[in-house]
């Protein structure tokens, strides 16, 4: 089973480095963490984690966070036993972290993402998932391995950001069950809620104020999207963490079928992060080298805000309305 090759490589391995993806979310932050702790537990091996941005302050309470380390700390030309990716839909969202996952002896894909191309020598990618959290947590229960309310806490930030506080579509009943059984190990539900969803700074919330009000409304509505430069979260005193949510907000709008942000990133080229009710942004997202699920998905482009807001009204207009 592939269950027991990953337990095997687990075992086998010297040294082991968990990776997660760009502008990380509480899913990638919280299964790293977690495979983290459930090896450390299981294994009594601690592991490298890696990030290749900036960790979100709210996302700082995650136990062995603090043990995470940015790509530009890590020597490049180390040689790792065993590399484990988790929540991350294609390699190029992990940015120059590639460089080691490709120099792996063995490497390991944990995701959720149906763009997923398998690209690990073992890949667990169960796009009916919530999360890759889920993913990682049902691993363990196939594998008898302990879970104790560390691993638990890690794991439900991402099944419950991922499902959107369990409002999305993607909350299964394998989802709520996995999540009652973290709650049998401790966890506070409403601290979780708070962490996770009210910690906006006033910066971050006077922000989406403002790209919320200059929004631009097209096909009757249908189509509503906001665009974000460097001055405007200059301006407000905040960064990137600021846009989490704001996404949901417009497609949120009653007549609004699809919703994107468009954000000029500071190394140039824009990032997007699009949502709707009907059709498939990730088919959409795909076209541009990005990708997610079939109503949240996202993708960095290489032109400027314009020139990336025409290109994709181009590719949604294609659809019915």
């Known amino acids: 089973m592939e269950v027991e090759q990953l337990n095997d490589s687990i075992k086998s391995s010297k040294n082991i480095l968990i990776v997660s993806h760009i502008n990380p979310d ?184 403002y790209c919320v009000e200059k929004a631009t409304f097209l096909e009757n509505d249908k189509i509503v999207y906001t665009t974000v430069y460097k001055k405007d979260m200059e301006k407000y005193n905040t960064d990137e963490e600021f846009a989490e949510g704001l996404t949901e907000r417009l497609r949120a709008i009653t007549s609004t079928e699809v919703a994107f942000v468009a954000k000029e990133m500071k190394n140039g080229g824009c990032k997007i992060s699009m949502r709707s009710k009907k059709i498939d942004v990730a088919e959409i997202c795909k076209k541009f080298g990005g990708g997610g699920h079939k109503f949240a998905a996202g993708c960095t482009m290489k032109y400027n805000v314009e020139e990336s807001v025409k290109k994709l009204l181009h590719e949604i207009r294609k659809y019915e309305l």
């Open 26 to 209: 509480g899913d990638t932050l919280g299964s790293m963490c977690g495979m983290y702790s459930l090896i450390k537990l299981n294994f009594k091996k601690k592991c490298d984690m890696l990030t290749v941005s900036k960790v979100p302050d709210k996302y700082k309470f995650i136990p062995n966070i603090k043990y995470a380390k940015h790509i530009d700390k890590f020597d490049k030309s180390r040689e790792y036993d065993l590399v484990i990716s988790v929540d991350v839909a294609a390699l190029d969202r992990i940015c120059d972290a590639k460089i080691l996952f490709d120099k792996a002896k063995y490497r390991v894909n944990i995701d959720h993402h149906k763009t997923n191309i398998s690209y690990g020598d073992l890949n667990f990618v169960e796009g009916d998932a919530s999360s890759a959290s889920e993913v990682i947590y049902s691993i363990a229960k196939q594998l008898n391995w302990e879970i104790n309310l560390e691993s638990a806490t890690c794991l439900y930030v991402g099944i419950l950001t991922d499902t959107g506080s369990f409002r999305f579509n993607n909350t299964t009943p394998r989802a709520l069950k996995f999540a009652s059984e973290m709650l049998e190990l401790g966890i506070c539900p409403n601290d979780m809620f708070k962490h996770c969803y009210e910690t906006y700074t006033k910066g971050m919330a006077l922000c989406q104020a």
